[in-house]
Structure formats: C-alpha cells, structure tokens
C-alpha cells in the first residue's frame, strides 16, 4: 500500500497509469494546483512562499515522495524538534516526507536524493515549463546531468482532465455557493454604494458560508463594467447601472469561477434584451458540449449564435476547464482543437461589451457520456438580476 491516508479527490490509478504510459522516468511537480492533486495537500502558502517550494516526485513505476520546507516535514514525520503543538486541518496521502532546509538550493538536493533513492538518474523527466523556477532547474541539471528535462505541463493537464465524483462534489458546493451569494448581493445594491462596499459584503458572506479564500473578485459598474477585469474601486453606483461581476473562491483548494449581471434598480428594454440575447446564446453552447466535440467547434458555435441573435462578438474566450486550476484546459478559443472528454468540468462564458456597460454569464458544467449538466443555473428561466427598491 502506498499509503495509510487514501487521497480525499485523487484517482490514483489513473494518476499512475497515466504516468507509466508517458514514457517519463519521473515528473516533478512544483505548481500548487498541480502539487495539491498530486499529494493531496493544499495550503495558501504554497502561493505566498515561491522560496519555499513544495515539490512531489513521482517516478514511473514507483512510490512517489513530497519535499516540503523542514518545519512541515519534522511536524508529518512527528519528530520532537516540531515548534507546533496544534497539527495542521490536511496532510498528504504521499508518506515519504523529504524535508530541506534554507531558502537557497537545498529543496534540489532533496529532489535529487529522491531520484537517485528510486534509480532514477537517466532518461525523461517531465517538468513543469510553465511554472519551475530556473534556478532549480539549473541545479538538477548539475546534480543529475544524465536526467534530459522535459515539458510535463500537458500530461499534469491530462492527470487532472477526468474529475472524480468527489472532486465534483467539492466544485459544485464552491460554485453554488459563489453564484447564491453573487445574486443575493447584487440584489440588495442600493444607489449611493460603492464598488468596493459591495465587493466588501460579497466577500464577508462568501467566507462566513464555507470559503476557505477568494481566488479572484472583479466588478465594474457603468462603464467600468465593459473594461476587461475590473477592481472595485471607490466609484459609487448609480439609479440604472449595470454591475458586472465575475468572483471565485478556493475549497480544499478547488476554485470556482461565476459570472454573473444586474441592474441597480429596474433594467430597461435595451438591457433586458441584450441580457436576454446573450441568455440564449449562453444556453445553445451548454446543450452543445459533449464528448468528442473540439473547443474550436464550440467556440465557433457561439460566433454564429452571436450573429445569428445579433449581437456583435465582443468577447474573447467562451469557456475553460476548472478545478484546482482556474482555468484548466481545453481553452474554448477557435484554435484550440482538443475534444471535450467525458468527466470534464468546465465553465461557459459568454459575455458582450456595449456602450454602457459589460454583460457576462458564466455557469460550472459537467459533462457526462450524453452531454453538459449545468450545475449552478438551476432555475432554467435566467433574467438579469435587478435591486430591490
């Protein structure tokens, strides 16, 4: 047995499988999004401390180790030297703990000991280009010059393509909780409000109901709502703005990502049907998605209904994959032509930019072997949201 704690989200098999099939002598994860699935552990500092990386070797074949800053290592591996006395609310599956110390090169050597401990010192290795420090990169050349690195980004992506039902569940309740508290918020919006007075209530409700932390909050109000990711601001709202909301917040380090409109006061005809096309564009994409289909096929869907609706396409792309990365792949963009796989969750997003204002619609959804359910617009009939008098 690998380990005595079973990974909460992870398919194990399908991570080793995976692994073994790509030809890679190991993969060295450092990416916490990629680590955190990969271990089981997921904590915000792994974001805050770049100096301090969490890193998990996982050779083909064999049993995977996870090398962490020595205080975290010394409190999983129960040693008396710990300062703690309170253990930390997660711990990896991963047993073998490899703790370095310092803020220099030491976490390398580690990595290295590893290697050489599994046999690992010649062939493949998949790192992450988009994310590995050049520094520790550098040095496992020197340590393990045999070991020819290579790019892992696309077979992490592949590990984590396939959601567990678990894994599900956790990203339906964050982006449930997400869209309630948007259009619970947005409707009590009272002129005179400002942009980061509201931020500030979506962000106290999201936390006080379930959010360990927020991954990311835009909102802009009037002609603020048409720029592409806005900040609140101290900007006050007016009789007849539209708000423009677009929030995310992390649980057990799985994100959500939800869009949503409304109108402070009463909507008007023009806002209304803008809405309400969009709405329909929204919804023609959603019934679209299943397996086999491309992102580029979907994506052009979306133009035609654009057009066919007629609307300008002021937008950019109309969906991505999610789960502990926000934006995952496929990228819906009409040059990504990889297929929707079954078991994918992802996001639909459409939005327009008009004169007075940015509208977007953004919903999870999971595909299944007969197409997507949409797992946060549970009332079918969607109005743009207005604020009660």
């Not at 006080?208 to 720029?227: F, K, M, Y």
């Not at 299943?290 to 792309?317: I, N, Q, T």
């Not at 040059?335 to 939005?351: F, N, Q, Y």
Request: glycine share 8%.
């Amino acid at each position: 047995m690998m380990s005595a704690v079973m990974p909460k989200y992870a398919d194990l098999e399908r991570i080793e499988s995976l692994i073994e099939a790509s030809g890679f002598a190991a993969v060295i994860a450092a990416w916490p999004e990629n680590v955190g699935y990969l271990s089981g552990f997921y904590h915000p500092d792994m974001w805050v401390n770049w100096e301090r990386l969490h890193i998990v070797v996982w050779p083909s074949g064999g049993e995977p180790a996870f090398v962490v800053p020595r205080m975290r290592a010394d409190l999983w591996n129960k040693s008396s030297s710990v300062p703690f006395i309170t253990a930390e609310d997660t711990v990896p599956f991963i047993t073998d703990i490899r703790g370095f110390d310092g803020e220099a090169l030491d976490m390398v050597r580690a990595v290295a000991d590893v290697l050489t401990d599994r046999g690992v010192t010649e062939g493949r290795l998949a790192v992450e280009f988009r994310s590995l420090p050049l520094k520790v990169s550098m040095e496992l050349t020197r340590l393990l010059p045999h070991l020819t690195q290579e790019d892992g980004w696309p077979l992490l992506n592949q590990l984590r393509q396939v959601k567990t039902s678990a894994e599900v569940e956790v990203m339906t309740r964050a982006n449930r909780l997400t869209a309630d508290i948007l259009e619970e918020t947005l409707r009590s919006v009272r002129p005179g409000q400002t942009e980061r007075e509201i931020s500030a209530r979506l962000a106290g409700e999201l936390y006080s109901r379930g959010a360990d932390e927020l991954s990311h909050s835009i909102l802009g109000v009037g002609p603020r709502a048409a720029s592409w990711h806005p900040w609140p601001t101290g900007l006050q709202v007016e009789e007849g703005m539209l708000i423009r909301s677009d929030w995310g917040v992390r649980m057990d380090g799985y994100t959500s990502d939800i869009a949503r409109n409304a109108v402070v006061g009463k909507a008007n005809a023009e806002q209304k049907d803008i809405f309400a096309r969009l709405s329909e564009a929204h919804d023609t994409v959603v019934a679209a998605v299943k397996p086999g289909v491309l992102a580029s096929d979907l994506s052009a869907l979306a133009r035609r209904e654009y057009a066919r609706l007629g609307l300008e396409y002021r937008w950019g792309l109309i969906g991505h994959g999610i789960g502990l990365v926000i934006h995952e792949e496929p990228q819906l963009l009409l040059d990504v032509h990889d297929p929707i796989v079954e078991g994918m969750t992802m996001e639909i997003e459409l939005g327009y930019f008009g004169d007075n204002g940015g509208y977007h619609i953004e919903d999870l959804i999971h595909v299944t072997a007969n197409g997507a359910l949409n797992l946060t617009q549970l009332d079918p009939n969607r109005t743009l949201i207005e604020s009660e008098s």
